[in-house]
Nanobody
Framework: QVQLVESGGGLVQAGGSLRLSCTAS????????MGWYRQPPEKERELVASITSGGTTYYADSVKGRFTISRDNAKNTVYLQMNSLKPEDTAVYYCRGYRPFDKSDYWGQGTQVTVSS
């Protein structure tokens, strides 16, 4: 069973920065798609950023230019660097790993990010 463990959430003032980490219990290169999702209070979960094993990245319009996703296969870890944080970035952030060839879908437990105004 693959496990994804997130860390790095917390409370930060608007304009500040946080870096989230997601460490997998397996070799990261075996997971084609890694993504960061978030779920604000009383709202649906949304994709924030993703990165493929080939390095292709995607960002939601709301975070472009502020967030950066990266992966370190040697450490089996995916990062989300979040800069210029806004109160509307407040949410529980989840890490997801997906392997299309067997449709394996893994989620972390979530980490809370709170941005105060």
């Amino acid at each position: 069973q693959v496990q994804l463990v997130e860390s790095g959430g917390g409370l930060v003032q608007a304009g500040g920065s946080l870096r989230l980490s997601c460490t997998a219990s397996v070799r990261l290169f075996s997971i084609n798609f890694m993504g960061w999702y978030r779920q604000p209070p009383e709202k649906e979960r949304e994709l924030v950023a993703s990165i493929t094993s080939g390095g292709t990245t995607y960002y939601a319009d709301s975070v472009k230019g502020r967030f950066t996703i990266s992966r370190d296969n040697a450490k089996n870890t995916v990062y989300l660097q979040m800069n210029s944080l806004k109160p509307e970035d407040t949410a529980v952030y989840y890490c997801r790993g997906y392997r299309p060839f067997d449709k394996s879908d893994y989620w972390g437990q979530g980490t809370q990010v709170t941005v105060s105004s």
